[in-house]
Nanobody
Framework: QVQLVESGGGLVQAGGSLRLSCVAS????????MVWYRQAPGKQREWVAG???????VYADSVKGRFTISGDNAKNAVWLQMNILKPEDTAVYYC????????????????WGQGTLVTVSS
């Protein structure tokens, strides 16, 4: 079984920074990529940033220039460095692993973490 665990959320003032971490555990052979999503109170979950196993990155317009996603294939980990945080960044942030393959040949289309809360005060 594959699991994702996020950490690093918390309370920060507007203009501050936080670094989120997500580590995948279990019997993992490979994965296509990892993605960060967020869900603000009363809103739908939205995509924030993603990184492929090859290192290509992509960002939502709302975070471009402020957030940086990075990853380590050997550690099955991904990080989200969030700078110049704004109150509208307040949300539960979720990590998502895409097409996770096990050595036995099983494929998980996607795996979700439990989320970590980020609160940005004005």
């Amino acid at each position: 079984q594959v699991q994702l665990v996020e950490s690093g959320g918390g309370l920060v003032q507007a203009g501050g920074s936080l670094r989120l971490s997500c580590v995948a555990s279990g019997n993992i052979f490979s994965m296509t990529g990892m993605v960060w999503y967020r869900q603000a109170p009363g809103k739908q979950r939205e995509w924030v940033a993603g990184i492929t196993s090859g290192g290509s990155t992509v960002y939502a317009d709302s975070v471009k220039g402020r957030f940086t996603i990075s990853g380590d294939n050997a550690k099955n980990a991904v990080w989200l460095q969030m700078n110049i945080l704004k109150p509208e960044d307040t949300a539960v942030y979720y990590c998502n692993a895409v097409r996770v393959q096990t050595p036995e040949g099983h494929t998980y289309v996607e795996v979700w973490g439990q989320g970590t809360l980020v609160t940005v005060s004005s």
